[in-house]
């Protein structure tokens, strides 16, 4: 079964502090990928990155970063120095070879930085 | 280069009634894939559409149903609408040689039944 957990119902952050997003994943899958969508008020759920289960090594994008361990099964996004434009809610997909085409999303984390 | 658009962006239908929700997949992609997102949830996989043929599907009641039009586009209908069909309704699109396996959404339809 594909699984993903998100932990974090709601964060706050006041601006400029660093915050982490929490994914855990569940698959049987041995070649999968794991992804993270940022959306918005407008609904339009933004893709921020892909990693395939092959690649451990972690990524970073300015301001954003993301842990991949294989070990503990997770796959956690920071986002350092946070601003006001970083609220938003944020998932965490999985999908598998073994699924097909797939998306299993986690509940999502509802961030907001306050100025 | 467009995205994955959508429409409408909102509507609003009685319980029993028919809807029908469209899709246009962002440019260079030929894979359409609808999504429904309840209010706090995230979203679930309805079905999956390619080369006109619904290719997987996920765990929704025969009242949805879709088609993949020769340019790609897609629709999405759902009949005998129940209140609890009332979400976020996503598109998203894949293909190409760039996009792997990531999917690309639209910005949703939401649709309130009454």
């Known amino acids: 079964a594909q699984k993903v957990t998100q932990a974090q119902t709601e964060i706050s952050v006041v601006e400029k502090e660093d915050v982490t997003l929490d994914c855990v994943y569940e698959t049987r899958d041995t070649t999968y990928y794991l992804f993270w969508y940022k959306q918005p008020p407008s609904g339009e759920l933004v893709f921020l990155i892909r990693r395939n289960s092959f690649d451990e090594q972690n990524e970073i994008s300015g301001r954003y970063s993301w842990n991949f361990q294989k070990s503990t099964s997770s796959f956690n996004f920071t986002i350092t120095a946070s601003q006001v434009v970083d609220s938003a809610v944020y998932f965490c997909a999985l999908s598998g070879t073994n699924t097909g085409n797939q998306f299993y999303f986690g509940t999502g984390t509802s961030l907001t930085v306050i100025p | 280069d467009a995205g994955v658009t959508q429409s409408p962006t909102h509507l609003i239908k009685t319980r029993g009634q028919q809807v029908t929700l469209r899709c246009s997949p962002k440019s260079g992609h030929d894979t359409v894939s609808w999504y429904q997102q309840a209010l706090g949830q995230g979203p679930q996989f309805i079905f999956q559409?390619?080369?006109?043929?619904?290719?997987q599907r996920g765990n929704f009641p025969d009242r949805f149903s879709g088609h993949q039009f020769p340019n790609y586009s897609s629709e999405l209908n759902v009949n005998a609408l129940l209140l609890g069909d009332s979400a976020l309704y996503l598109c998203?699109?894949?293909?190409?040689?760039?996009?792997?396996?990531?999917?690309?959404f639209g910005e949703g339809s939401w649709l309130t039944v009454v």
């Open positions: 559409y390619y080369e006109e043929e619904e290719r």
């Open positions: 998203a699109s894949s293909g190409g040689s760039n996009s792997g396996n990531t999917i690309y």
